[in-house]
């Protein structure tokens, strides 16, 4: 398909956003067109319209783009615009984001988006909790950083003992990109903080310096007290230059007025 007819076709779909009572029909009809990009686009608007009626032409469409997907769509552009927009309209049944959560192609970067994304959707599905974190559990070993990440954050979305003790196990057992396990204590502090502050302090004093790095930012975001009282003892113990610098900066984002408090203490200090 030519450049510009694409391009028109897109503006006709981003049009629709202004008449809700008009949209169906037309994007109906869009959700058919066998390019990936325009029937993402029109997935796009479908769920920003909550457009629940056209649910079954969106499970359609995902299934014609997993038919010779590297031909179809490449770039993942269309199953990963249908699956935002289904997540969008509530639609809960697993089948079609447990398709995707599986689904391999060429492109590592697409697919792995598209991994992801139905990992974050799955948490919100009429699944069996056990089932849902056995699937969440193998997204965490993916062979893609994205996906482990979005993994742990939709074990976030999960609270619960069982959720705890994955995250645990796989913040201890390490991963070769230190971003997974900050997310990993980022979930264990979003689901329970005081239980999980101690936990993410130990990564304090980790022996590589970026899981250092992690742990201070985790602590950071933390809206317990605790947690910028754990990063104030650390930085009075700290030695190693950087290491309070990353302190500081993880103190600067907290929401917590202790952590202001400190902060402005030290510029007195310091002027």
Known sequence: MKKGVVEEKVAAIEALRLDRKKALEPLRKALEDRNNFVCSKAAAVAGDLLLRDLIPELLAAFDRFLKDPAKTDPQCWGKIGIIKALKDLGHDDPAVYLSGIAHKQTFIDAESTLRGTCALALVACSLPRDAMLIHLADALADSEMRVRIDAARAIAQLPGQDSLLMLRVKAQAGDKEPAVIGQCLLSLLGIDARASIPFVARFLMA????LRFEAAAALGEC?????????IARWRMERDGEMKRAIVLS???SRVPEAKEFLDHLRTETV
């Open 207 to 210: 022996k590589n310096e970026d």
């Open 223 to 231: 809206p317990d007290l605790l947690a910028v009282e754990t990063l």
């Open 251 to 253: 103190l600067g984002v």
